[in-house]
């Protein structure tokens, strides 16, 4: 599956801004989702999962009440929420897709990944 990230931009304190990935060659619904971000200088970490159907959800800490993960199967597409940005939330965005079931915060258990977007939150 390729997967295509977009929404990202600058943003202030506070705001909120609306991530999607656009999915293609493959039917979304074959696979798990989740939202990754990398920080300069830091590692590539877990944001947010969802299950195939979309029926459940998971969180890192930082992000839960925040940030809300869903999927439209028919549409293709996965989305990432954010509200309440924070300047340390400031990172490139990237959407994976793994096509075994079950949660993984690992992205090495990630098959296909896209092209990243940069979210930027200032003070």
């Known amino acids: 599956v390729q997967l295509q990230a977009s929404g990202g931009g600058m943003v202030q304190a506070g705001d909120s801004l609306r991530l999607a990935c656009a999915a293609s060659g493959r039917f979304l619904s074959a696979y798990f989702m989740g939202w990754f971000r990398q920080a300069p200088g830091k590692e590539r970490e877990f944001v947010a999962g969802i299950t195939k159907s979309g029926h459940l959800t998971y969180y890192a800490d930082s992000v839960r009440g925040r940030f809300t993960i869903s999927r439209v199967n028919a549409e293709n597409t996965l989305y990432l929420q954010m509200m309440s940005l924070k300047p340390e939330d400031t990172a490139i965005y990237y959407c994976?897709?793994?096509?075994?079931?079950?949660?993984?915060?690992?992205?090495?258990?990630?098959?296909?990944w896209g092209q990243g977007t940069q979210v930027t939150v200032s003070s």
């Open positions: 994976a897709a793994k096509s075994r079931t079950g949660i993984s915060r690992s992205s090495s258990n990630y098959d296909s």
